[in-house]
């Protein structure tokens, strides 16, 4: 069992639509990223949220937007996506600020996204 | 410029064989961290194993160990006898900063029986 979790695990929207991926972790992290990986491309950072708030966004179309309330909670949400955007979504939490301490990455298993 | 370096976009290995999935990098901070993650088509990041840039020795986990070699600048991760579960893509990434973590473009490993 991950202690990341992500819902949800399959999502099929049109291009209209708007709906949100939830990520929530139960690891204690001060840290939440979002990533996506698609087939074309290597997996790519989206977003880094460091104690609630926002220290990267990697040149992400506005169609997305993240929200974190909290150092649990991790929302992304999606308004008038392309075709382009169907991708696996993945969620990961870390804690930030002790280096060697091999404070890794976990991640979620993922939301498949398929716009039509 | 690509700062992970995964040159093997896939590899075929007979079971129960070792097999090495490399892996370079690049940085100019002098604090950084490695990492492989296993991905089996499920979808799910699965971590394998983490190196410190000031760790003294490689890092082992079970099956898993991690060739660093800091002067060349290179993580490479063996698996020592192989399994059919273990095929699967395998990404090596490194930590720079306190938050930032980037990935390679991947190795699918496929095992043979």
């Known amino acids: 069992e991950t202690g990341v979790t992500q819902t949800p695990r399959h999502l099929v929207m049109g291009m209209t639509n708007k709906k949100s991926l939830k990520c929530e972790q139960h690891l204690g992290h001060n840290a939440m990223y979002w990533y996506k990986q698609s087939a074309k491309k290597p997996l790519e950072l989206m977003f880094v949220?460091?104690?609630?708030?926002?220290?990267e966004n990697n040149s992400v179309p506005s169609r997305f937007s993240p929200e974190c309330p909290n150092s649990s909670h991790l929302f992304l949400h999606l308004h008038t996506l392309q075709p382009e955007d169907s991708a696996l979504y993945l969620c990961?939490?870390?804690?930030?600020?002790?280096?060697?301490?091999?404070?890794?990455?976990?991640f979620g298993e993922g939301s498949w996204l398929t716009v039509v | 410029a690509q700062k992970i370096t995964q040159t093997q976009p896939g590899m075929f290995v007979q079971e129960k064989e070792a097999v090495t999935l490399d892996c370079t990098y690049d940085t100019s901070d002098p604090s950084y961290g490695l990492f492989w993650y296993k991905q089996p088509s499920s979808g799910e990041m699965i971590f394998l194993i983490y190196?410190?840039?000031?760790?003294?020795q490689n890092a082992t986990e079970g099956r898993y160990s991690l060739n660093f070699q800091k002067a060349r600048k290179s993580a490479n991760l063996v698996i020592s006898a192989s399994q059919l579960g273990d095929s699967a893509m395998y990404f090596c990434a490194m930590r720079e900063g306190s938050d930032k973590i980037i990935f390679g473009k991947g190795t699918r490993l496929h095992i043979l029986p």
């Open positions: 190196q410190g840039s000031y760790d003294q």
């Open positions: 990961a939490s870390s804690q930030v600020g002790a280096l060697f301490s091999g404070n890794t990455i976990y």
């Open positions: 949220y460091n104690f609630k708030e926002q220290t």
